[in-house]
Structure formats: C-alpha cells, structure tokens
C-alpha cells in the first residue's frame, strides 16, 4: 500500500510521544478540505480545477489524559510544536487503517476537567497527504472487492519477510 512514510519518517519532525495516547473514537471525525476552484460560465457547464495536487484534511481528535499525561500534552504542545505551530509525525486512524501521518494543530485545544482528575483535551488537527491506495491498487480493488486490501497487505508482508529470512538481497 502507498503510505507515504517515507516523506514524513526523513522530516524533522517532532514525533507524538508514545507515552500519550491516540485519539479516542468518540468524536472522531475525518473530512476532505475543498481543493478546487468553480468559476460559473455564463453558458454551459462550469468551469472546475484543482488548486494543488496536495490535498489537506481536517480531523476531530479527542483524548483522554492523566494529571500527568495533560502536563506531558500541554509541554510537548508549547515546547516541541511552537504552540501548536509546527508539523509533527502522528499515528492516526483512515482508511487503510492506523498509519503515520503528518500533522499540526489547526488552532488552540480546548481541555475540560473530568471527574476522577482526568481531562478531556479537543483539538483541530490538519493533516497532509494522508495515505490512501496507490491507482494501481484502486483498480485491483474495484475489481476484487475491498477484500483484497487486505490480502495484498497481507500478501507484501509475507513476501518481505520471506526475502529478508532468505537474505536474497
């Protein structure tokens, strides 16, 4: 499958810290940013181009933290991503699964005190390039079925480790 890790792991990028968790499946939510631009002709149909080939979508992310997890966020948040500002690596939730994306925080998050000391954390993040089939594997999915997802991942990790347990390279 295309991920696109390649571009995200060479980037200096801060890295979400394993210690914190991923967002949490309430409220999560994931949503393509228009990309195009429609200029209405006075006859026939309108006109309609791509702006970029980069495409940028906005997730609804929410966590759960500890005291001590929230004192981490917040730190790591003011510290390592400028307020928020910078880009960082994060694992999140799309189509093909948990992948490593890039990411940054779409403005302030808003924290509520839980009972039993928890909070609640809700953020905007903007996510570029997020990984999806390559057009070759659009086209053998279409035809098998989304089944075949998963056979061909299954498949490449197989083939991987049969060739590096062989040390064919």
Do not use: C
């Not at 990309?35 to 080939?53: D, H, I, K, P």
């Not at 924290?111 to 089939?133: C, I, T, Y």
Request: hydrophobic residues 50%.
């Amino acid at each position: 499958m295309s991920t696109g890790t390649s571009s995200i792991t060479g980037a200096n990028l801060a890295i979400w810290p394993d210690t914190l968790p991923l967002p949490r499946v309430d409220g999560y939510a994931l949503s393509a940013q228009p990309n195009t631009l429609r200029t209405e002709l006075e006859a026939g149909a309108a006109r309609v181009r791509l702006r970029s080939q980069a495409l940028i979508y906005k997730v609804q992310a929410q966590w759960r933290f500890s005291p001590e997890a929230f004192a981490l966020f917040d730190a790591w948040w003011f510290h390592r991503l400028n307020q928020g500002v910078a880009w960082f690596a994060m694992p999140l939730t799309a189509g093909l699964g948990v992948q490593l994306v890039q990411a940054r925080f779409a403005g302030a998050w808003d924290s509520e005190l839980l009972a039993g000391g928890r909070w609640q954390v809700k953020a905007q993040l903007e996510v570029q390039d997020l990984p999806r089939l390559s057009s070759d594997e659009t086209e053998v999915a279409a035809a098998l079925g989304p089944a075949a997802i998963d056979i061909g991942t299954r498949l490449h990790a197989w083939l991987h480790a049969s060739l590096a347990a062989t040390d064919y390279w």
